[in-house]
């Protein structure tokens, strides 16, 4: 037998473990008919964002980039027809279609899509002063990455995660000399997250359908 690839392996897990799921299928469908890039996380990590929201019990969840909903309908099946999440997307245009793939999941109802720069956004939801967040997933532009955790250390509660998505970029993050810019954000997380003493963290390296990258994983510890 040939080694089987990454995606092959992906595809297999998915089959057995995440099976079909026409909702899905249509948001990605959905999200390729009006343009979008095909940068949602891998249905195996949404999933695996779905069973953490719910290992943790999450009722709130802020999400910041949104795209066109994948991981927003995961996580918003995760906190249940009484838990709410709050999605951040700069574009008018993906977050129109988010909200329509939401609405025809029939999480609409529990998910809210606001527009804007989120480093905008942010200070008002702060300022609004509702319960913290059981979970905050970073997923938007990776330069501002240092910047969304110290938000989310406001909006979030002893106890709550932090997750970042794609601090790995094939390795990139490593490499002192890196050009990249989202592996230069990477870096820059990484130092923010070993000098927090209000996290602890880690960087759980992911291979699959989407390539080499990683989450930076965070428990909000005070
Ligand atoms: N979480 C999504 C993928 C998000 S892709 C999923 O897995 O399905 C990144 C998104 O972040 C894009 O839609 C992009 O428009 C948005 N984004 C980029 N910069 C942003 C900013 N400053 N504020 C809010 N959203 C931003
Ligand atoms: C890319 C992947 C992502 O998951 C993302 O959020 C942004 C960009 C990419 O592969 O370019
Ligand atoms: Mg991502």
Request: proline share 4%; charged share 20%; with cysteine.
């Amino acid at each position: 037998m040939t080694t089987p690839s990454w995606q092959d392996t992906d595809a297999y897990i998915v089959e057995q473990l995440v099976g079909d799921d026409s909702v899905l299928t249509d948001t990605l469908q959905a999200n390729a008919d009006g343009g979008l890039p095909a940068i949602d996380v891998s249905a195996a990590q949404g999933k695996f964002l779905h069973l953490l929201a719910r290992s943790v019990n999450a009722m709130r969840v802020l999400e910041i980039g949104t795209l066109g909903g994948y991981s927003t309908i995961w996580l918003a099946r995760a906190v249940g027809e009484f838990g709410r999440v709050v999605s951040l997307e700069f574009s008018p245009k993906h977050a129109a279609v988010a909200r329509a793939n939401l609405a025809a999941a029939g999480v609409g109802d529990r998910c809210e899509v606001r527009v804007g720069a989120a480093l905008e956004s942010l200070p008002v939801i702060a300022a609004e002063a509702g319960e913290p967040f059981d979970l905050v997933f970073i997923d938007a532009d990776k330069e501002n990455n240092s910047n969304y955790v110290e938000w989310a250390l406001r909006l979030t509660k002893q106890g709550s995660i932090i997750l970042v998505d794609n601090v790995v970029r094939d390795g990139a993050v490593a490499d002192p000399e890196t050009t990249n810019p989202q592996a230069r954000a990477g870096r820059e997380l990484i130092d923010m997250l070993k000098a927090e003493p209000r996290l602890d963290a880690t960087v759980l390296q992911t291979v699959g359908a989407k390539g080499w990258d990683g989450f930076a994983y965070a428990l909000v510890t005070s």
